[in-house]
């Protein structure tokens, strides 16, 4: 089992609609998680980091945390062509942030 | 500046040569790691220095492979006896502190070994 798992997609949204990236992983005892978007040809860029149960939200993003189901989410409402990106997951384990493979969502005009 | 910087952009080197990457992180960050991403693969994570710590050197997948820190702020990454399947991006990320581990990353080195 890989220590940070999410679909590869890629995912393929309409403009306006929400979309929904999902992660798990195997460390139960890991505690920080991280969403990083990374455009095509470039360095990833941090979008949003999470540390307790529940929902955190920035702007058109929220963050999910389930600690009980290893799981992490991230939601982006109002989804724009400008989206269209790998968004890749990271978990804080053993003092290393351990990285997904990525989804790949595309945003359709 | 302000982000993190690398250096090369880019590196086309023959098979068997010796190659160092350079990073600079942002200022007052005492965090460094380096990863290693493949065409389409996510990121491998390679090495880390924390302040004046031994580096975590967990990742790195060869003994071609080191890295050092000088001065607690640029670092250096050198591949010796480069082989083709060295060829990937190199990227380097720096963070404020160890705890909350918000890592920024530098544009990264494309390395290409013929």
């Known amino acids: 089992q890989k220590e940070v798992e999410q679909n590869s997609g890629p995912l393929s949204v309409p403009e306006g609609a929400i979309a929904s990236l999902n992660c798990t992983y195997s460390d139960r005892g890991s505690q920080s998680f991280f969403w990083y978007r990374q455009y095509s040809g470039k360095s990833p860029e941090l979008i949003m980091s999470?540390?307790?149960?529940g929902d955190k939200e920035d702007g058109r993003f929220t963050a999910q945390l389930n600690k009980a189901s290893q799981y992490v989410s991230l939601l982006i409402r109002d989804s724009q062509p400008s989206d269209s990106a790998t968004y890749l997951c990271?978990?804080?384990?053993?003092?290393?942030?351990?990285f997904g493979q990525g989804t790949e969502l595309s945003v359709k005009p | 500046g302000a982000g993190v910087s690398q250096s090369p952009s880019n590196k086309v080197t023959e098979k068997g040569k010796d190659v160092e990457l350079r990073c600079d992180p942002i200022s007052g960050h005492t965090a460094l790691y380096w990863y290693r991403q493949s065409l389409g693969q996510g990121l491998e994570f390679l090495i880390y220095f924390q302040g004046n710590s031994a580096p975590d050197k967990s990742g790195l997948p060869s003994d071609r492979f080191s890295a050092e820190r000088t001065g607690g702020s640029v670092s250096t990454l050198t591949i010796q006896r480069t082989q083709q399947e060295d060829s990937a991006v190199y990227l380097c990320a720096s963070s404020p502190q160890r705890g909350l581990n918000e890592q920024f990353f530098g544009p990264g080195t494309r390395l290409t070994v013929l």
């Open positions: 990271a978990a804080l384990m053993g003092g290393k942030l351990i």
């Open positions: 999470i540390y307790s149960n």
